[in-house]
């Protein structure tokens, strides 16, 4: 029998990860807490997701791939906890099923949110604001639905926090049939700019390209900081390949310059990122040495 080497068998454990969706992961930075908290998971068609992809790409890499042939990607939110407060970024997809028969979507579910918070400690009355990278249906989530068997919405004692530029055009929302989450989320609908602190250690940053006003969030603590790029990045095999737009964005040669630059920061010491639909390595650190992948996971 050949031998197998410690790092074949660490990188078949990350293949592994690559094609399931990611259950409760944690990590900490320094004083603050930043957990996934899972609401479901995406199946997505690869050729029609990433466009500038061949079979030829996607033969070479079935890791990223479910049985089916589809890209698998998660489903959730990022909670960020500091001493006894909470922030809620991003909020899934809610308890709800929906599959096209064509294009990049093959089927989208969620509903499990409440049961992560409940799992991590947490109540939803514990979040003090929700923040969002953007308003696509599956981040808006919980943010426009009630609490299971309640009338009230999940989180209607908190504020939720959009960029200015993406709520002014939330008119585009409201264009592919998001009118009723748009109405249900806007009296507590509170806008920030570019550069704001809105919680400790995390600030706000504007990047347009996968929509007019997309954030992202900057975490800091502990000598360490995290990077919750939110749809700047669909899938891990985008680190390795920047120009690969997904058809999802708004603007693909902007988004592309920017995917640039993200990971550009994303290998400088001390960073982490966080890719809200990678599939069970949504932490992890940019390693460009052409040794593998250049995404690998972080655990701690």
Known sequence: MADVTVDQVSRDAQDERRSRPSGIRSILLGDTKVSYVPDGDVRLRPLPLLQDTTDEVWAAHPEYLDADGHLVGSIGSLLVEH??????????????????????????????????????????????????????????????????????????????????????????????????????????????????????????????????????????????????????????IQIDHPEWSSAFDHEPALTADHRHRLVAELARPDTIGFGVHFADVVFGRVHRDGDGPAWRPVDA
């Open 83 to 236: 001493g006894d407060r909470a922030l809620l970024i991003d909020a899934g997809f809610g308890p709800r099923t929906y599959g096209a028969p064509e294009g990049p979507l093959a089927t989208i579910h969620g509903g499990a949110l409440p049961q992560g918070l409940a799992e991590l400690g947490r109540r939803p009355q514990d979040i003090e604001a929700v923040a969002f990278t953007h308003l696509h249906v599956d981040h808006l989530g919980w943010a426009s639905l009630p609490a299971p068997g309640e009338d009230r919405l999940l989180f209607a004692h908190a504020d939720l926090l959009v960029s200015g530029p993406e709520w002014e055009r939330r008119d585009l929302l409201e264009a592919q049939g998001a009118s009723e989450q748009v109405a249900a989320m806007a009296p507590q609908v509170r806008t920030i700019t570019d550069g704001q602190e809105i919680f400790p250690g995390v600030r706000v940053r504007i990047t347009p390209g996968h929509t007019v006003g997309h954030a992202e969030y900057v975490i800091t603590g502990g000598g360490r900081r995290l990077i919750a790029f939110g749809d700047a990045v669909h899938s891990p």
